[in-house]
């Protein structure tokens, strides 16, 4: 049985279009800005992308390596193991009319990009491998979902829209410098005291803790694609304090603001 009946590897510019239910991964070597539905995306090494019915275009002289993963490809026992993963699993069985994606923003010494290239690897093998392919996907999905927290660029990530809480989130990242649990509250039509308990009970977080991991987002997207100064970031991304920002970004990231901009340059040269 030929491997292109349900999935198939190359450049972006050689795979054919996707149909509405076949999903695209693409592991982003490069810093790049492919364009997806008309809108430019800010892609450095390590970032990962899923996209479900749609595709990315590409500015002359960039090329990305892709997996084309066919609607067949996702059969009863896929869905089965990733039934623990509603991130994915809602991604992938609930039908919508628009292109969907999910933008992780991950570097390439992460766990995540090494499960990527197994994954790439085994769709690579010249015989037809369908079971570790399954195996490798399964693999990436799980651990994308356990980082997705962390990870996950929630305004960039377009399937948000599609449930309350999603749109909730969006709304925080879209306004995150000045935002209040009390304003986004009123900005949804909730009491801030049930809106509180409501926030946590869907989003697995508080309001608070989630703005924060926001802002922190934003501070790192920042710190890779600008060389504004840090002092700058921490206003810009709505911190009042400089220290909290340290304090903040070290227990999240696990470095220094300018450790992580080092780091985000150190991997872009290689």
Known sequence: MNPSADYQLGTL???????????????????????FEGQPITCTPGNI????????????GEEIQ????????????????????????????????SARLLHFDCFVTDACWTMGQILFFEASKEFYTLKTVHAACTLLFTNLHEIHRERLLIGRSTMMMEHKIGRVLTFMSDHYRDITLESTAEAF???????SSWFKKHAHITFRRQLLKIRLEQARFLLKETTLPVQTIIEEVGFQEKSHFHRCFKKECGMTPLAYRRQSDHTQDE
């Open 66 to 97: 892709a997996l084309l993963l066919k609607e067949h490809f996702f059969d009863s026992l896929f869905f089965a193991q990733i039934m623990d993963c509603p991130l994915f699993y809602d991604f992938l069985r609930t039908s919508s009319g």
């Open 13 to 35: 510019d050689s795979l054919p279009s996707p149909q509405n239910r076949d999903v695209l991964i693409i592991l982003t070597c490069s810093r790049c800005q492919p364009v």
């Open 49 to 60: 992308l899923v996209i479900k019915g749609g595709s990315l275009t590409l500015t002359p």
């Open 189 to 195: 039509h909730y009491h801030p005291a049930y809106f």
